[in-house]
Each structure stands twice: as C-alpha cells, then as structure tokens.
C-alpha cells in the first residue's frame, strides 16, 4: 500500500465499536472486509478468534485494538501472537474496566526490563 499508512481494527463490544467508528477508522479492504467486529452476546468465540486472526495476517493492519473482556475468550490465540506489527492492545470497556493483571502484553513487557533499568 504505497502513499497509506496502516489500518487500526477493532474487536469489541457496540460501544467500543461505534466510537471508534464515529472516530473514522472504518475501512473495508479491496475483498470487502471491515477493520472491525462488532461481539454481541451471540457472537461465537470461534467467530472472534478467526477475525482475530484474519486481522494478524492483513498486511494493511498496523494496530488491532481488543476489549479487555473479548482478549481473556481467546488469551491462547493473543499470547501466540509474538509479532510486533500489528501490535496488539487490549482496552477497557464501559462495563469492564482494564485490568492490567490480565494484559499478557504488559507482562511480556514487564519481564524485558529490571528494575535498575530506570535507575
């Protein structure tokens, strides 16, 4: 994609989506498919852990952005992902708030510095 920068997808609940689609990251690839998964409570987690996956192997994705509650359904597929493009992050939610505990990313991150590092 020469002259464009990368896309940031989604996967979260109607909220989460919504704002980020008022925000303007909703795009659609040239196969049609959005940046984005809207999960309702009939979502299936095979159905999340695909588009989840679907978005790790698009080469127009930069950033996956995943509600903290949505990344603890599918933690084996987000720990196996050790890439750094896309990078993945998981948020907060307006009914769940972020647990750094439960963040696999931030404890990856924790274990390459020490303490004396930011002596």
Do not use: W
Not at 9 to 15: L, S, T
Not at 104 to 114: D, N, Q, T, V
């Amino acid at each position: 994609m020469p002259g464009r920068g990368k896309l940031i997808a989604v996967i979260g609940d109607e909220d989460t989506c919504t704002g980020f689609l008022l925000g303007g990251i909703g795009e659609l690839n040239k196969n049609r498919k959005p940046n984005f998964l809207v999960v309702e409570k009939d979502t299936s987690v095979t159905e999340i852990e695909e588009t989840f996956k679907s978005f790790l192997a698009r080469n127009d994705i930069g950033i996956v952005l995943i509600n903290q509650f949505i990344a603890e359904m599918i933690r084996h597929a987000i720990d196996a992902h050790l890439q750094s493009i896309p990078a993945v992050l998981e948020i907060p939610s307006k009914e769940h708030p972020y647990d750094a505990s439960k963040d696999s990313i931030l404890r990856r991150a924790k274990g390459m510095f020490s303490a004396e590092d930011f002596r």
